[in-house]
C-alpha cells in the first residue's frame, strides 16, 4: 500500500546518466542483495502475519457489528459465554464458512478490478520513467489514478443523485461486506502466488526491465513469497497493454476502494437514521482528502520503499488490496451503526488534529521534493545539508532538520483525526416492544479497541518502517549515514523518539 516517502532525508539531484552501474551515485545507487537479512521475524514472523491478518480483518468485521453490538455483548459477560450464542450475535453465516464467499460478490469484485485497468489504459495520463535498474534500464509508467478515481467517484455521486441511499452501489457493498472481504483476501493470495511463480522465469541478462528485489531472494520460499521475490513484476494483457502489479496495486483498487467503503457507510447511516452526522462526515472528508491527495501526487510513489526496495508478493499484495479499504474504514463503519454528533466545538477540534498532521505531512514532503528537483528553488536554496560520498545530499536544516522522518509524524497524527470522532466508542443492540435501539451502555468504552486500532497499529507501522528506513540508509551511506545521525538527533517525534 502507498506510504510517506521513506527516504525522506535526501535531496538527490536526479543523475544524467542512465547506463551508469557500477559508478552510479545518489538514490540511484543500486543495494546489495547479500546484505540484506531477514525482516518482519524471518520465517517464522511472515506465516503469522500471512495467516494472522486475515484473521484479524474477520475479527473486526465480526465483533463490531449491526446485530448484537460493538463489541458483540458475549465478549463483555465471559461467565455467561457460549459459542453458539456468540455466533448468533456476531451474525455467523447459517452455512458456515461456505457463507463468507459468493460467486456473484467475487465477480462483481473482479468486474471492478477490470474497470481500474480499463481506466488506466484508456484515460489519458502523465508519462513518467522511474528509476534506474540494475541492468542500467529503466521502467516508464503511465500515471492517471487520480482522473480515473474521480471519474468512477463522480458516475457513483450521480448515481446517489439518483436513487438516494438506495443507490445499488451502496446497497451492494454494505450488505455484501463479508463476501466482498473474502474475495479481496482470496484475490490478494492469488496475485501473491502468480508474481511469486512467474519471478522464477526471470533469468539475468535476458529481460533488462526485469529484476529480483533485494531482500526478496533469500531462498526460504515463505519468506520469499510473502516479501517478494521480484522487484516490479508486469503483465501484458490484450488491449490493455502493459500492467505494472505493484503500481497498480498500490494506488487504484483499494485506495478508491476504501472511499468507495467510507460513502458505502455514510449512506447506510443516512438509510437507517434519515440523517447524517457531522462525525462520519469528518472522517470521510478526510480520508477522501487523503486518497486523492496521493493520487494527485501519484508519481512520487516511485521514491517509496514500496516500489524502490520492496518486491511485490503478499505483503503488499494484501496491504493494498485488504488491509487498506477495509480496516482503514472502521471508523465509517463503527458510525454507520452508532451516529454520533460532535457538536460545533467537537468538529473543530477534530479539524484542527487534522489539520495540524496534514500541514507537517504535506509540508515536509514538498520542501523534500523541491530539493530534490531543484536545489536552488529560493523556497529551499537556504537549507544546509550533507553531502555524502556516494554524492547524495542529507538535509540538516528545514524540516528534515528537526527529525529524519518527520512526515512520518504528520502522517500519524492525520490518523488521530480518524479515530477522535468516534468518541468513548461501544454500543449494544437492544429490542424493546419490537423497536431497535442501539445505546451505549456497559459497551461504552470496549468499542475503542476497534475504532482507535488504526491509530495504533499505524504507530506501530511507522516505526517499524522508519527502522527499515534507518537499516537501509545506512547500508547506503555508511559513515556519513552516522554523522548524519549526530547531526539530527530525532527519528520521528523531536524531543521524544
Known amino acids: 500500500m502507498a506510504q510517506p516517502d521513506p527516504n525522506p532525508i535526501t535531496g538527490d539531484v536526479p543523475r544524467q546518466n542512465p547506463k551508469l552501474r557500477a559508478g552510479v551515485k545518489g538514490d540511484d545507487a543500486i543495494e546489495d542483495p547479500a546484505r540484506h537479512g531477514y525482516e518482519f521475524g524471518g520465517p517464522i514472523g ?48 447459517t452455512d458456515g464458512v461456505l457463507g463468507l464467499a459468493s460467486y456473484r460478490v467475487t465477480g462483481w469484485l473482479l468486474g471492478y478490478y477490470l474497470l481500474s485497468l480499463v481506466l488506466q489504459a484508456f484515460l489519458p495520463g502523465e ?21 480515473s478515481a474521480t471519474l468512477t467517484v463522480a458516475v457513483a455521486v450521480a448515481g446517489t443523485v439518483a436513487q438516494g441511499p438506495d443507490f445499488v452501489l451502496w446497497t451492494f457493498i454494505y450488505d455484501n461486506y463479508l463476501q466482498l472481504l473474502t474475495a479481496s483476501i482470496g484475490i490478494s493470495y492469488a496475485i501473491a502466488f502468480f508474481v511469486y511463480i512467474r519471478s522464477f522465469s526471470f533469468t539475468t ?11 526478496g531472494d533469500s531462498g526460504n520460499k515463505i519468506y520469499d ?22 503500481v497498480f496495486c498500490e494506488l487504484r483498487p483499494g485506495m478508491l ?22 462525525s462520519i462526515l469528518l472522517i470521510t472528508i478526510f480520508q477522501s482528502i487523503y486518497v486523492f491527495d496521493a493520487l494527485w501526487m501519484e508519481p512520487a510513489i516511485l521514491t517509496t520503499m514500496d516500489v524502490t526496495t520492496d518486491g511485490f508478493g503478499f505483503m503488499l499484495s494484501f496491504g493494498d488490496l485488504v488491509w487498506v479499504p477495509f480496516i482503514y474504514s472502521l471508523q465509517t463503519k463503527y458510525l454507520s451503526v452508532y451516529p454520533l454528533q460532535l457538536g460545533l466545538s467537537g468538529t473543530l477540534s477534530v479539524i484542527i488534529v487534522q489539520g495540524i498532521g496534514y500541514f507537517i505531512f504535506r509540508a515536509a514532503n514538498n520542501q523534500k521534493n523541491r530539493f530534490r528537483t531543484n536545489p536552488k528553488d529560493p523556497r529551499v536554496s537556504h537549507l544546509r545539508y550533507i553531502e555524502t560520498k556516494s554524492g547524495s545530499k542529507l538535509l540538516v536544516t528545514g524540516w528534515w532538520g528537526t527529525a529524519r522522518h518527520i512526515n512520518y509524524l504528520g502522517d500519524w497524527i492525520m490518523g488521530w483525526a480518524y479515530c477522535l470522532p468516534t468518541g468513548v466508542a461501544g454500543y449494544a443492540i437492544k429490542y424493546v416492544a419490537g423497536e431497535r435501539n442501539v445505546v451505549q451502555g456497559n459497551a461504552r468504552g470496549w468499542g475503542m479497541i476497534i475504532t482507535y486500532f488504526y491509530m495504533v497499529y499505524f504507530a506501530i507501522l511507522l516505526i517499524h518502517r522508519e527502522m527499515r528506513d534507518e537499516e537501509k540508509c545506512e547500508r547506503k551511506y555508511g559513515g556519513d549515514w552516522k554523522e548524519y545521525q549526530k547531526r539530527v538527533r530525532w527519528r520521528i517525534l523531536p524531543g521524544v523518539y
Do not use: M
Open 257 to 278: 476502494g476504501w472511499v468507495l467503503l467510507d460513502l458505502a457507510f455514510v449512506a447506510h447511516q443516512y438509510k437507517t437514521y434519515g440523517y447524517v452526522t457531522d
Open 127 to 147: 508519462e513518467v520513467v522511474g528509476g534506474l535498474l540494475q541492468s542500467g534500464a529503466r521502467l516508464e509508467y503511465k500515471f492517471n489514478a487520480f482522473y
Open 225 to 246: 513469497w510473502f516479501i517478494g521475490r521480484e522487484l516490479n513484476p508486469r503483465v501484458a494483457l490484450p488491449i490493455l497493454g502493459t500492467v505494472d502489479l505493484k
Open 46 to 93: 511472515v506465516a503469522a502475519i500471512t495467516f494472522g491478518l486475515p484473521l484479524v480483518c474477520y475479527l473486526t468485521a465480526f465483533l463490531c457489528n449491526d446485530i448484537s453490538g460493538c463489541p458483540a455483548p458475549s465478549l463483555l459477560h465471559p461467565s455467561a459465554f457460549t459459542l453458539d450464542k456468540l455466533k448468533l450475535e456476531i451474525g455467523w453465516p
Open 205 to 215: 541478462g535476458k529481460d533488462r526491465l526485469r529484476e529480483l528485489a533485494a531482500g
